[in-house]
């Protein structure tokens, strides 16, 4: 039986999709991107990016765009990848699920409250 | 902003290149010379400063993400092209699998004599009967050839031509996917080689 609350985004896919948040990228801008949106922590080798880049164009998660770069800045064989309306909402559902999950574990003080900067 | 670099820059680049070539062609087709800038990208970036000890470990990374990725992606073209959607080849490929592990364990155990339980204790209980080892020694040679046949039918195509006044019935098989193909193959020639050895040993062949 399948279940309908959205299932949580493997950390390569959830990283993809936060690293093109802000705009098309090409495969080493991804790589670039997701080391530095995790601090370091998650790095995603060129193998595992492109394995995901094509599950997430069959899932329409990501478009690649019809743009081409510039010749005379950049190689013409490049590619670039923006996300659709719906790899942002599949993005958005993870990050209020992660929430949710954040907030239930201050109320059971897992973890502790959030600074209150972060609250205002 | 990038440069366009040779794709020879980095003296790792031209291993990294064959490796691509194990990719499926679909997937090197639509990905290849990306995947190829790409390297250059990061072997460029990450080790044009660093020592030989940091290239080393960086180009270990992407060649250890490329066997595993290479891997993922020939199980997903095998899931593909396999098209398992009837129940009996479900049911057909989890038998062969616990066939195939049943051998690889009994192998083990007796040919090379690895610290391993007795399968056939294992699966029937210490003192099994002489029933159940009859039950259980005709599935192990009927699976291959079962599984066989729930790859074969569903592609059988049934004819009968009519000319002259003479009816002929025709089998022809369909085009079958490139897994189905390998598996039904696989599965043929183990029931040949078993069904082989059963029939010649009764006949005191050898």
Not at chain 1, 65 to 86: A, I, S, V
Not at chain 2, 59 to 87: F, G, P, Q, Y
Not at chain 2, 153 to 179: Q, V
């Amino acid at each position: 039986m399948k279940s309908s609350t959205p299932q949580p985004l493997t950390p390569a896919v959830f990283h993809i999709l936060l690293a093109l948040a802000d705009g098309e990228k090409h495969g080493y801008r991804i790589m670039q991107a997701v080391k530095a949106n995790s601090q370091g922590e998650f790095q995603i080798g060129p193998g595992t990016l492109y394995g995901t880049i094509k599950r997430m164009l069959a899932d329409e998660l990501i478009v690649e765009t019809d743009e081409r770069p510039d010749p005379e800045l950049d190689d013409q064989r490049r590619r670039y990848y923006r996300l659709t309306d719906q790899g942002r909402q599949t993005l958005q559902a993870d990050l209020v699920r992660m929430d949710s999950l954040l907030k239930r574990a201050r109320t059971l003080k897992v973890i502790p409250p959030a600074p209150a900067r972060l609250l205002q | 902003m990038n440069t366009v670099i040779s794709p020879t820059a980095h003296p790792v680049l031209p291993l990294l290149r064959w490796m691509l070539t194990w990719y499926p062609k679909p997937f090197r087709k639509r990905f290849e010379q990306e995947m190829l800038l790409t390297f250059q990208d990061w072997l460029n970036n990450e080790t044009g400063m660093g020592s030989r000890g940091r290239s080393f470990r960086i180009s270990s990374t992407i060649i250890a993400d490329l066997l595993l990725s290479i891997l993922k992606e020939h199980c997903s073209e095998w899931r593909n092209t396999m098209k398992v959607s009837s129940i009996f080849q479900k049911i057909a490929i989890a038998a062969l699998t616990a066939w195939l592990i049943f051998w690889a364990w009994t192998f083990g155990k007796w040919v090379l004599h690895l610290p391993l339980v007795d399968p056939t204790r294992w699966l029937l209980g210490k003192d099994y009967s002489s029933m159940a080892s009859s039950i259980f020694g005709g599935a192990m040679f009927l699976i291959p050839f079962l599984a066989l046949l729930t790859f074969v039918i569903p592609a059988l195509k049934i004819n009968i031509s009519s000319e002259g006044g003479d009816s002929t019935l025709l089998f022809r098989l369909h085009k079958m996917g490139k897994g189905q193909a390998v598996v039904a193959w696989a599965c043929l020639g183990i029931t040949v080689v078993l069904w082989g050895t059963v029939f010649t040993s009764r006949m005191g062949w050898w």
